[in-house]
């Protein structure tokens, strides 16, 4: 995965807003991270932190920082998040400081869920699931689609399939040995 680019994006709502969360993920996600902080804070576990543009040192804004290291992440790679102030100005600025690190790319739609499914982070029916939770419109929806992305819905198709081919196993069995009973 080392040749892969680092790939941030926006990953909240739509600005203005009270918080804003800018992720990062691969290789250079941790270098990307040192440059707009100054430091990796402990994995897991959220930092408050002084954000500042790597060209010139001007403050940006001051945000919780979150370090997670691969493969234990969400996308299996080097994953680090700011959770911001979500106004434009805010925003922007970062992602256009992140814009001008070597190796760093804006992300495109779905790039951090289809590299989370590439890792075996996530199965077919958990990414089916998140898209689904993310466009719920009702609590049914919603509730449906977080019990496909919990794999709860993919675990009771498998329980149906392992019973479909027990019960394929037995009648081949009864077949080929019926002239025995």
């Known amino acids: 995965m080392s040749d892969r680019s680092t790939i941030f994006a926006l990953s909240s709502g739509r600005p203005p807003a009270?918080?804003?969360?800018?992720r990062v993920s691969g290789?250079?996600?941790?270098?990307?991270?040192?440059?707009?902080?100054?430091?990796?804070?402990?994995?897991?576990?959220?930092?408050?932190a002084r954000v500042r543009d790597p060209a010139d040192?001007?403050?940006?804004?001051?945000?919780?920082?979150?370090?997670?290291?691969?493969?234990?992440?969400e996308t299996?790679?080097?994953?680090?998040?700011?959770?911001?102030?979500?106004?434009h100005a805010v925003i922007a600025a970062v992602l256009e400081a992140l814009g001008t690190m070597p190796g760093?790319?804006?992300?495109?739609?779905?790039?951090?869920?289809?590299?989370?499914?590439?890792?075996?982070?996530?199965?077919?029916?958990?990414?089916?699931?998140?898209?689904?939770?993310?466009a719920a419109e009702t609590s049914?929806?919603?509730r449906q689609a977080f019990r496909q992305l919990k794999g709860l819905i993919g675990d009771r198709a498998e329980t149906w399939r392992q019973r479909l081919v027990e019960a394929l196993a037995l009648v081949e069995a009864r077949i080929d040995f019926s002239d025995e009973a």
């Open 18 to 22: 009270a918080i804003a969360v800018v």
């Open 76 to 87: 299996g790679e080097d994953v680090a998040e700011l959770q911001l102030h979500g106004g």
């Open 57 to 73: 040192g001007e403050p940006i804004d001051e945000a919780l920082a979150l370090w997670f290291p691969g493969p234990r992440s």
């Open 140 to 142: 049914a929806q919603r």
């Open 104 to 134: 760093c790319r804006l992300a495109e739609p779905g790039e951090f869920t289809r590299r989370a499914f590439e890792a075996g982070q996530l199965d077919l029916t958990e990414v089916e699931g998140l898209g689904d939770l993310i």
């Open 27 to 48: 290789p250079q996600a941790g270098v990307a991270l040192e440059k707009l902080i100054g430091r990796l804070p402990e994995p897991r576990k959220a930092a408050l």
